[in-house]
């Protein structure tokens, strides 16, 4: 994995979690680090170490409730991610009672449609004068 600004201790935690689910594939881009299935992510951490998990509507909303968490907002900059919660602290640290949430995201998001991957730009080529 690329390096990384996430807090050490929590990125453990945080990989730690990522292990404990079969198919997961830890990415990392920006300084932090990603999961992504069918080229939709579905959980990350952000540099402040602050975790996020994209859940199915119904899903989000018992989690929200269940553990008084609220959507995830990485970077106090960003907008609010609709669909993904915010992973409590010391849920964080609780591999066995987080991991089953972490599967299901992972099988939500491999049932979304493929994100098609980006265009580049195409490069302006210089008009020569003959």
């Known amino acids: 994995m690329k390096k ?3 807090p050490p201790e929590k990125l ?3 990989q730690r979690l990522l292990e404990a689910v079969e198919g997961v ?3 990392s881009n920006f300084g932090s680090a990603y999961t992504a299935g069918n080229e939709n992510m579905y959980s990350m951490i952000s540099k ?3 975790v996020g998990i994209r859940l199915p509507k ?3 909303e018992a989690f929200l409730e269940q553990y008084d968490a609220e959507l995830f907002r990485g970077d ?3 907008p609010v991610s609709k669909e993904y919660v915010a992973v409590p602290n010391p849920m964080l640290e609780d591999t066995a009672a987080l991991a089953p949430y972490l599967g ?3 099988h939500h998001a491999r049932g979304l449609k493929p994100k098609a991957p980006k265009k580049r730009a195409a490069k302006k080529k210089a008009v020569s004068a003959t």
């Open 4 to 6: 990384t600004s996430v």
């Open 12 to 14: 453990a935690l945080y």
């Open 25 to 27: 594939e830890e990415k």
């Open 48 to 50: 402040y170490g602050l």
């Open 58 to 60: 119904d899903e989000r």
């Open 76 to 78: 106090p900059a960003w």
């Open 104 to 106: 299901r995201s992972l």
